[in-house]
């Protein structure tokens, strides 16, 4: 979590008075917002705690007593300035009315959604609070807006301490804002061989990619009873889905969500491998229907090796091992909460008539791993803890 502070004095800045005919909502004053931060879909490698909590914009709300909204202002990067005696904090000057009693905001949208026709051009905290962010684009194929320097957080707190200055000058006030992360991330930690594994690695088995399923695009920028889903949903898949895995649910296909594994050989662990920001999802149970986020990796595995002599052509098949984030495997996806994926493999990638069993992974990506040889740890990267370990014999 993040914490902001306001101090607020005397300016000019677009404001919005209640329908008439209520009168003009109080005077001006010039706030004095301090932001107190470092400066993140997918990218390769693991975000850094200071890359996560990075504060790249500013959309700022306050309200009065009734939740009317009185002003709203986007503060740009370059409006932002650094804090010389506290590092990491940053500072922005806007503008709102003396009966503003409640401060809220939002970081890191990227763009003023605040003037007519926009998102965010909005004027009751009920308004504000049912608008909906998209965790992907347009574009063809779409992009997440979710990347380093640009993870969404937001908060809300009380303006107090008014003082009005008995000279006819600014009055003053502060606020304190705390932000949470509108979403979460999950990072593909680690990949290693344990000491049981069986196999070759580069002949008998290889990784070939890992990548999200069923990721739920849609959340609002304020919770609601502690969740930011909205409804409807949407989600979103990593990979264009394959005939073999059964019924296509036709999901949007973002290839950020999908990284490759190209790993020459694994006599060591391979850390830090890739990391993705999604958005709150809170499926009932595993079963596919209910539309779980997933972490699949797949593995090449050599099924039959060739054999000239006999007759036998080599046959490869992909095997998934899957990481189901619901109920009953690693828990439903929370907002500002991170999940560190830690895999060790130590299952048999023999060929089949060597007594191998494509390391007890599974022919689609949707389903556990009920026989699977593989140790899976889930634990809390530097945000919320949400510590899960499971494996899986």
């Known amino acids: 979590m993040l914490a902001i502070a306001a101090l607020a004095s005397c300016s000019k800045q677009d404001f919005i008075d209640p329908p008439s005919p209520n009168p003009q909502e109080g005077e001006k004053m010039l706030v004095n917002i301090t932001l107190s931060s470092g400066e993140i879909t997918k990218a390769s490698g693991a975000a850094t705690t200071a890359e996560d909590k990075t504060i790249s914009n500013v959309t700022v709300f306050f309200l009065n007593a009734t ?58 905290r009920s308004q504000l609070v049912n608008v909906v962010q998209d965790l992907v684009n347009t574009d063809n194929p779409p992009l997440p807006v979710q990347v380093k320097g640009d993870v969404l957080m937001s908060g809300e707190g009380n303006v107090s301490e008014m003082v009005a200055d008995p000279a006819g000058g600014a009055s003053t006030a502060t606020a304190a804002v705390t932000l949470d992360y509108i979403a979460a991330k999950i990072t593909l930690s680690k990949i290693e061989l344990g000491a049981q594994v ?18 739920q695009t849609k959340s609002h920028y304020f919770p609601t009873a502690n969740s930011y889903i909205p409804d409807p949903k949407a989600y979103a898949n990593g990979v264009a889905w394959e005939a073999a895995w059964g019924a296509d649910p036709g999901y949007p296909v973002v290839a950020d969500f999908n990284q490759a594994l190209n790993f020459p050989d694994m006599t060591a662990a391979k850390t830090d491998i890739a990391h993705w920001y999604v958005f709150e999802n809170d499926p009932a149970t595993v079963d596919p229907t209910n539309h779980p986020t997933i972490l699949a990796v797949e593995v090449e595995w050599t099924k039959t090796k060739a054999d000239a002599d006999a007759g036998v052509s080599e046959e490869k098949v992909m095997k998934m091992f899957n990481v189901i984030f619901a109920p009953g495997d690693k828990g439903v996806i929370k907002a500002g909460q991170a999940y560190n994926v830690a895999l060790t493999f130590n299952g048999d990638f023999r060929p089949e008539s060597d007594g191998g069993n494509g390391g007890g992974g599974d022919d689609n990506p949707d389903q556990p791993n009920i026989s699977a040889n593989v140790s899976i740890s889930v634990t809390p990267a530097d945000w919320t803890d949400t510590p899960t370990e499971k494996p899986f014999e």
């Open 198 to 215: 069986l196999g070759v690695y580069g002949t008998d088995f290889k990784f070939t990619r890992a990548f999200l399923l069923n990721v």
């Open 67 to 124: 939740d009317q909204i009185v002003s709203r202002q986007y503060v740009t990067g370059a409006s932002l300035t650094d804090d010389p005696d506290n590092a990491g904090v940053k500072k922005a000057t806007v503008e709102t009315r003396t009966t503003a009693t409640k401060m809220m905001v939002i970081a890191n949208i990227g763009e003023d959604r605040t003037a007519t026709g926009g998102t965010l051009n909005v004027a009751t």
